[in-house]
């Protein structure tokens, strides 16, 4: 961990609307090392799409970066001209969205695009670009690689447009992807096999992957390390297999609880009360005590990311201790 | 709750007339030739009518009580089978019996009062709402139609409705855009339940909310189960809602039932490989850093699937009889239904 890829430092990105300011990302902290997946879970509105886009400088208006550091291999993105940003994006980090189509351009072939993104950043010929294109393309398991870079998007089925889009952030081995709910829209068996592919490929490229999904059960077989998002700020971190066996966060005990498959068959499942609270005008102190059965008066005081046992975060003055100490 | 599962778990066996029954559905999608099409065809050209087996012969019976989970991926035909049940579309062959009787031979009130008796909950909460109607009339319009209700006494019956979905009636008032996707998947169900029906079809009814909103709507049918003896054909690509609230769970590939077996036994010891397959490639939030176990291969185009059993081209036991045969759908142990060669 002593070289982190990325590592960002309470990062801060607001959205100034008509009706006030949104605070989508309000003092969010977390590393990626060198070839390790962290899994960054939320539900809807938790700011972790947002958090992705502000690393890779993808915020429009009216959102802005307006604190903390994006440190990359030690170099703040959040500093880098817009010109210096596009230089790494797409070389050095790259992005998968969850819609392919969003990556992909309708009404040009595959070979177009790819070849277009490898001369972006090299200095290579035309056929040594299409090589490459073709070479990527066959390692995320696309079947006749040479023929398909002649197809259109639309000839393609959803699992191999992801695949293409997976293949294009893989072009110049960037040293970060982030994927934002990449397999969300795909079936459970094309899903399984996207899944294999890419734990596949940061094992072999080094690669480090921050994997943004409301889903706990896909990164807890592919993630090294976990944050938990809520209303804007993590409310807890540390290694998977810690976070999701023994919670800390009243959130994550709720949200974990909140899975059919932890559930026994046929008894009512242990539900989260309410919903999450508008990030407009949110009230200082801990933003999930609303539905919090351990909120005290205290929790509405502003509560900081704790480090409680080594290497695990929460944000929460009445953590589940006692399943670290059982 | 529990107590009422054994119970349909007890009883399973038990020959019993069927609430819904399903003989040989096949329900078909044809894409006419429109008049270019019909000239080039007659000039030699090599077009013709595309047909889509949406669903292919599917026998299904649905005891009164039961929750019956139906499973596949995207374009296996598990929605349309979900709409011919419900009664919003025909199917081209086969019947659908309710009670016994084939609905499509019922006229006048009895046709009317057998489509009340089947409700459908749909998976997205803000496309299936009129958007320019209020919830009160979104849910009272159709008993008022009917006569549930009467003119005065028509607030008090929405306000019931709501409440029984868990919505505040004071928000009758509102506008689908005014609420949340769990609150409008709500209303959904109150809209769905306003006319007192029997049997509700889900189609995807939880997969566009978040996992926390998930579980609070899921305790909801359980409870509204419980409550009013309802009886579930709950279609989901979700193998974990499924498994916790299935009493029975049928899998569809391609428009044909592959498999169908009570929860218990289906979890435990799948028989047909595209079940195995599928069970394995489910993410578990139990595992940890594990391999993806991966099917090779994608769903073949449903305008033309491969002869035979639909699975072979995809199934690591594949042999010469699956590629001409289609394998029948045989009991291989008690209620224990499965189409595959391999069972002999």
Not at chain 1, 196 to 217: M, P, R, Y
Not at chain 1, 227 to 234: E, L, N, S
Not at chain 2, 36 to 45: D, F, H, M, P, S
Not at chain 2, 282 to 295: D, G, N, S
Request: proline share 6%.
């Amino acid at each position: 961990m002593s070289v982190a890829t990325l590592e960002v430092r309470n990062l801060q990105t607001h959205f100034f609307t008509r009706a006030g300011v949104v605070k989508a990302v309000d003092g969010v902290s977390f590393t990626v090392g060198r070839g390790k997946v962290l899994g960054l879970v939320g539900e809807s509105g938790s700011g972790k799409t947002v958090t992705g886009f502000s690393i890779i400088g993808l915020v429009d208006e009216p959102g802005r970066v307006v604190g903390g550091e994006i440190l990359f291999h030690g170099q703040n993105l959040a500093r880098l001209s817009e010109e210096e940003m596009r230089q790494l994006r797409g070389n050095r980090i790259a992005m998968i969205f969850q819609d392919p189509m969003m990556t992909l351009n309708p009404v040009l072939r595959i070979d177009t695009q790819m070849i277009e993104t490898v001369l972006a950043h090299t200095k290579v010929s035309h056929e040594e670009a299409r090589q490459r294109c073709r070479d990527t393309l066959g390692m995320v398991g696309i079947p006749s690689p040479e023929e398909r870079l002649k197809s259109y998007p639309h000839q393609f089925s959803g699992g191999m447009r992801q695949r293409v889009a997976i293949a294009i952030a893989l072009l110049h081995r960037p040293e970060l992807i982030i994927a934002d709910e990449p397999t969300t829209a795909l079936d459970v068996t094309i899903q399984g096999q996207i899944l294999a592919e890419v734990q596949k490929l940061a094992i072999n490229t080094g690669t480090s992957l921050i994997w943004i999904t409301h889903d706990l059960s896909v990164v807890a077989g592919l993630a090294d390390d976990i944050a938990v998002m809520y209303a804007g700020r993590v409310v807890e971190d540390g290694p998977v297999s810690e976070v999701l066996d023994k919670p800390l966060h009243p959130y994550t005990h709720g949200l974990i609880g909140s899975v059919p498959s932890r559930n026994k068959r046929g008894e009512p499942l242990r539900q989260i009360p309410g919903m999450t609270p508008s990030l407009l005008k949110l009230p200082p102190g801990c933003a999930f005590r609303s539905r919090c059965d351990r909120a005290t008066a205290e929790c509405a005081a502003p509560i900081e990311l704790m480090e409680l046992t080594l290497g695990r975060h929460a944000r929460c003055i009445h953590p589940h201790m006692e399943a670290v100490a059982a | 709750m529990s107590a009422t599962m054994q119970q349909s778990q007890g009883t399973a066996h038990v020959p019993e007339r069927p609430i819904i029954e399903l003989i040989g559905i096949t329900k078909r999608f044809e894409k006419k030739l429109d008049f270019i099409g019909k000239l080039a065809q007659k000039l030699g050209a090599p077009i013709r009518e595309e047909i889509v087996h949406a669903v292919d012969n599917v026998n299904l019976s649905i005891r009164k009580g039961e929750v019956v989970g139906l499973v596949g991926e995207s374009g296996c035909g598990k929605s349309t089978l979900g709409r011919v049940v419900a009664g919003i579309m025909p199917p081209s062959d086969g019947e659908v019996l309710w009670r016994g009787r084939n609905i499509a031979s019922l006229h006048g009130a009895e046709a009317k009062e057998a489509k009340l008796r089947a409700q459908m909950i749909f998976q997205d909460p803000y496309a299936s709402l009129n958007p320019r109607m209020k919830v009160q009339d979104i849910v009272g319009e159709a008993p008022l139609v009917h006569g549930m209700t009467t003119r005065g006494g028509f607030d008090t019956y929405v306000d019931e409705q709501l409440r029984r979905a868990g919505l505040d009636p004071t928000l009758k008032k509102r506008y689908p855009h005014q609420f949340s996707g769990g609150q409008r998947q709500r209303i959904g169900i109150a809209r769905a339940l306003a006319v007192q029906p029997e049997f509700l079809v889900c189609d995807e009814s939880v997969a566009a909310l978040d996992v926390s909103i998930q579980a609070q709507i899921l305790n909801l049918f359980m409870k509204l189960r419980a409550d009013l003896d309802l009886t579930y054909l709950f279609i989901s690509h979700d193998l974990g809602v499924v498994e916790h609230l299935s009493d029975r769970v049928v899998i569809m590939y391609l428009g044909r039932v592959v498999e169908q077996a009570p929860s218990e036994e289906i979890f435990a010891r799948a028989n047909h490989p595209y079940t195995v397959s599928l069970l394995s490639s489910v993410p578990r939030i139990e595992a940890r850093k594990r391999a993806f176990a991966t099917v090779k291969g994608e769903i073949p185009s449903p305008l033309n699937p491969p002869p035979g059993c639909h699975f072979h081209p995809r199934c690591p036991h594949a042999f010469d009889r699956c590629k001409v045969e289609v394998p029948a759908l045989k009991e291989i142990a008690p209620g224990h239904l499965s189409a595959c060669h391999l069972n002999g």
